[in-house]
């Protein structure tokens, strides 16, 4: 049986995808802009005063309750809400474009796509094709009728597949180890302002081992693609409050 499993490449963990038992296939488009990922991650916001991850559950429980300016439940307990990050990733070199919102509604996908596609033109980058997941807002017409105005292919990957997205999954559980959960934050202002900068040493400085140990911009220029003169930060990305543009 192991002879049998090592000839087709099965008799490592790492060969196969641990979910469904299947094969991995890995792809790479052969140019920049060829396919980006788009997906959005949903994460707590911070109380003032820090979170129970760093702060522990009682002192947690504590900032949580006496941070000002946030509606409560039906049983008189604070909601903080959620950021939603999300994020536009270039296939062929993981160069990643974000902003955060309050929301995932449509609008505010389709608000980010358009700034993503400005963003990677100033790089030299024009984007031909999209996959997304089956979410509500990748499925609205909005959406695929802004795909359709920017000459961009709209593509969603099969239900309860995400494997299919994993570069954008990948992205952000990096994200989440370095940004969203790195250290401890004493507000949720605080950790947005710091997204900027880790964005940008990801794309300008972090080695990926999918780019031979070298940047994701590295790679870009590798390919023909300049800088571009002036971008809307260093790291390329629109860090936001709200999801109402």
Known sequence: MHRILTTARLNRLSYVDCTTGEPVRRYEHPHPGSLVHVDVKKVGNIPDGGGWRYVGRRQGEKNRAATPGKPRNQYGGLKLGYAFVH?????????????VHDDETAITAVAVLRRAVQWFAGHGVTIERVLSDNGGAYRSHLWRDTCHGLSITPKRTRPYRPQTNGKV??????????????RCYTSEQERRDALEPWLGHYNEVRPHTACGNQPPLTKLRAAGYSSAASTPTPGGSWVKNSGSE
């Open 87 to 99: 994020t536009v990733i270039d296939d062929h070199s993981r160069v990643a474009y974000t902003e």
């Open 169 to 182: 999954e990948r992205f952000h559980r990096t994200m989440a180890d370095g940004w969203a959960y790195a």
